[in-house]
């Protein structure tokens, strides 16, 4: 079964199979059963749990229900602090990724990271390859960010485990930048 999903600016579709579920429930917000619906993040004060992605894309689930996803206001204000790189973001970026934007489930708040005054676009759980092939500048803003070198916390790395690496991409120059998470 092919699902038509709408595209996001900040989540790459390789990366949406992890947040979805089959599913012929309702939207919670619209109604409507597309076969899957969204499960991953939801914050809010109604309880919501299973939304379509057209509602996350249009921002209906963030205007009626008040739902919001990434928890950014929080990551961006962490973030900017100790990464200069990160730029100037506007309340737009932070609006369309916290309103518009699936978020991804990880082992503590789904954070998001930053670079060039714009959000990162998402692409899940690091492959063996891309931290294998990390770049010296990626291999160093990591382990600005984290304080921690980097080969201890790649070393046996492996995607889905409990020391969760996730890639972010920057829009505007490319460098491919890895937030690190674990139980
Ligand atoms: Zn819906
Ligand atoms: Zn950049």
Redesign the pocket.
């Known amino acids: 079964m092919t699902v038509r999903r709408p595209a996001f600016k900040y989540f790459e579709p390789c990366a949406l199979d992890a947040v979805m579920t089959a599913t012929d429930a309702p939207c919670e917000c619209c109604n409507a059963s597309p076969g899957e619906l969204y499960s991953g993040p939801i914050f809010g004060l109604r309880d919501v749990e299973l939304l379509c992605l057209d509602c996350i894309a249009s921002g209906r689930a963030a205007r009626e229900l008040g739902s919001s996803f990434a928890d950014v206001g929080t990551a961006w204000e962490v973030h900017s602090d100790f990464d200069r790189?990160a730029?100037d973001v506007t309340a737009e970026v932070l609006a369309e990724l916290g309103e518009r934007t699936p978020a991804y489930s990880s082992w503590q708040s789904p954070v998001w990271l930053f670079?060039?005054?714009?959000g990162?676009v998402f692409h899940g759980d690091a492959s063996e390859s891309d931290v294998a092939k990390a770049s010296t500048e990626s291999r160093a803003h990591f382990e600005r960010n984290f304080g921690v070198p980097w080969a201890e916390v790649t070393d046996g790395y492996t995607p889905s485990g409990h020391n969760g690496i996730y890639r972010f991409d920057?829009?505007?120059?490319?460098?491919v930048m890895f937030h690190w998470d674990c139980d």
């Open positions: 790189e730029g670079h060039c005054g714009d990162g920057c829009r505007n120059c490319g460098m």
